[in-house]
Nanobody, 121 residues
């Protein structure tokens, strides 16, 4: 089984920062793309940022400059550094990973359970 577990969410004041983490565990061969998505109440899930196994990154245009995605391949861990947070960043943040469970096997998409980020004074 493969598990993605997020942590680091919480309540923060506008202008503050948070760092989210997502650890992949279980039995697998390799992790390909990893990314962060978020879903605000009453809205669809949207892309925040993604990164490839080689470190290439892509961000939602509206978040460039405030959010930074990174990963530690040795630790199977994905990070999201969020700065200058705004109330509109309030959402459940989900980790996603494309994982190959065996060599030359198919790629599956896995999701974490989500971590709540609330930006409020």
């Amino acid at each position: 089984q493969v598990q993605l577990v997020e942590s680091g969410g919480g309540l923060v004041q506008p202008g503050g920062s948070l760092r989210l983490s997502c650890v992949a565990s279980g039995s697998f061969f390799s992790i390909n793309n990893m990314g962060w998505y978020r879903q605000a109440p009453g809205k669809e899930r949207e892309l925040v940022a993604v990164t490839t196994s080689s470190g290439r990154t892509n961000y939602a245009d509206s978040l460039k400059g405030r959010f930074t995605i990174s990963r530690d391949n040795a630790k199977n861990t994905l990070y999201l550094q969020m700065n200058s947070l705004k109330p509109e960043d309030t959402a459940v943040y989900y980790c996603n990973a494309h994982i190959t469970r065996r060599e030359s096997g198919p790629v599956f998409s896995y999701w974490g359970q989500g971590t709540q980020v609330t930006v409020s004074s």
